[in-house]
């Protein structure tokens, strides 16, 4: 039986997303906590020999975003390039893939942890072919400790689902905002081990964390083609291959 269904499939087209419950095998979600945490207190090192407590979206002892790191952990690359994400690749983006980008999305036990409502594609700056983000949930994730939510494509006020939002940067968090309305999208109340799949043209957002612990995720994004900065001369992000002609090229 096929991991996406062809429900979900119609659900990704019309609406922009869909989520898929403990597919994570627990071993992994545990070693890529690990590596998690291990990033993190090296970011907060890095941090403090600089004497900064804000760099670009990351706040010291607030919340993460680390990136790139993957190079020297065989557990991330195992896990990026499993048959796990070639299998939502295949379903949504088709028989070919590349790794686009990955990074450690964490927020500590803090009140201004929130992200604001955005696009990924809004953070490229131009126009590009969509691509995929797979948010992987590494802690069961609830309203409390600010999981994502997601704004389906139906109640976004778009004309066109293909549609990049200018995004404007919010003072203060360095966020990009590309949407202003009262719609407060749906929550991903899931457990330890879930994927959140969603267009890098939906809209979503996450709430502070107001527990005591660390909120958690490991987002891996992929495209369907190369994705080029402005003027062509260079590649914006990465362009890896997971899929070649629908097989996976890493074993």
């Known amino acids: 039986m096929s991991l996406v269904s062809p429900a979900q499939v119609e659900q990704f087209q019309r609406e922009g997303y869909f989520m898929l419950e403990s597919v994570i095998p627990e071993p992994v979600v545990a070693a890529l906590r690990d590596e998690c945490m291990r990033l993190v207190h090296e970011r907060d090192r890095e941090m403090e020999a600089k004497g900064v407590t804000t760099e670009g979206i990351t706040h ?55 992200f604001a409502w955005h696009q990924d594609s809004g953070y490229i700056g131009h126009y590009h072919r969509a691509y995929l983000s797979c948010w992987c949930a590494l802690d069961d994730m609830t309203v409390e400790n600010g999981t994502v939510y997601i704004l389906p494509y139906s109640r976004d006020g778009r004309h066109s689902t293909d549609d990049i939002i200018d995004h404007t940067v919010e003072d203060r968090s360095n966020d990009k905002v590309g949407y202003r309305g009262d719609d407060p999208g749906a929550p991903a109340i899931v457990p330890a081990g879930s994927i959140v799949v969603f267009s890098s043209r939906t809209f979503h957002r996450s709430g502070p964390n107001v527990t005591d612990k660390y909120r958690r995720c490991y987002l891996a994004q992929y495209s369907a083609e190369p994705i080029m900065n402005r003027d062509g001369s260079e590649l914006w992000g990465r362009a890896e291959p997971i899929l070649v002609d629908g097989a996976r090229v890493r074993v």
């Open 60 to 114: 010291y002892k607030k919340r993460y975003f680390i990136h790139g790191r993957d190079a020297g952990s065989p557990i991330m690359t195992k896990f990026l390039f499993s048959e796990l994400m070639a299998e939502i690749c295949r379903a949504t983006l088709g028989e070919t893939a590349y790794l686009f980008h990955e990074q450690y999305v964490v927020k500590a036990a803090d009140t201004d942890s929130k």
